[in-house]
């Protein structure tokens, strides 16, 4: 199978590459087809007529997003849109990622893929709307919503807890903020399980995300802990998110409920700590 893969030097768009290796692949950097501009997007898909799009590629700076609005929408909205476009006129399936970022956090418990959605900020609302778009469209399209996307590359939180705990002696991280730890291995492997049984019967959206949760704290208890035996977990302090303010509000509950992926796809997943663990074997 030939497979059209956007973003290969972000976090997933890696991973990708590395799992799907048997497969014909095409990976698109942003100096191969610039997401803001649906010319370059159409013609990169008409150029390599592939079997399957898979688009992990996305405008993440959360905070940023506020200042840059405009380009946020373009990359999260308008681009996903193009690429439904060209995967309904080729008649191919089209898997695009989207966030837990799209809901409020308000919800006591995990949320569910029909659940109402309320972003926050710039960065939830685009995202929300590249959904909606790329649904609009129609087409046999696959929405992954996944969440606290990390890796060995890029900028993430494992990799700045890794780091912040050989730099200082003492940490403080936000314990009122839940959500699922989710490592770009994790979700390539999925996919790689899921790719064989894509059919006209099982399109939507789905949550893409091991099974458990965690809080920003114990996430990075759990990083400092396994990589850092020197630094002292004690001196890894509980703060509340208005003690670490930040230019977005953050969903003070993402978790995200992953039980309708599983029963669609058979996929048996691990919990969230056994992806924490191979990230740190391979780092």
């Known amino acids: 199978m030939k497979i059209l893969i ?166 403080k991280v936000v314990d009122d903020q839940v959500g699922v730890p989710t490592s770009n291995q994790f979700i390539a492997r999925q996919i790689q399980q899921i790719i064989p049984q894509l059919n006209e019967n099982n399109v939507g959206i789905y949550h893409l995300v091991p099974d458990g949760s965690s809080s920003w704290y114990e996430f990075a208890k759990q990083i400092i802990g396994q990589t850092n035996p020197q630094f002292n977990l004690k001196n890894l302090y509980q703060i509340q998110t208005h003690e670490f303010p930040t230019k977005t509000k953050r969903p003070k509950n993402s978790i995200l409920n992953n039980a309708k992926i599983k029963k669609s796809f058979n996929l048996t997943l691990n919990n969230w700590q056994a992806g924490l663990e191979k990230i740190i074997d391979e780092a």
């Open 6 to 171: 956007t973003g290969i030097n972000g976090q997933v768009g890696h991973a990708l590459m590395q799992q799907l290796n048997d497969h014909e692949l095409v990976g698109l950097t942003r100096q191969d087809c610039d997401l803001t501009e649906p010319d370059q997007i159409r013609k990169a898909i008409d150029q390599h007529q592939p079997d399957l799009i898979i688009n992990p590629a996305a405008y993440t700076k959360v905070d940023q997003a506020e200042d840059e609005p405009e380009l946020a929408f373009q990359i999260n909205r308008d681009a996903p849109k193009v690429m439904a476009e060209k995967a309904r006129e080729y008649n191919i399936p089209f898997i695009h990622f989207s966030t837990d970022y799209v809901f409020d956090g308000e919800k006591e418990e995990a949320y569910e893929e029909d659940n109402p959605t309320h972003p926050l900020g710039i960065y939830g609302q685009s995202k929300y709307a590249g959904e909606e778009a790329i649904q609009e469209v129609g087409g046999q399209n696959y929405i992954c919503r996944t969440s606290w996307v990390y890796s060995t590359i890029g900028h993430n939180f494992f990799l700045t807890m890794k780091r912040l705990c050989t730099e200082r002696d003492e940490l």
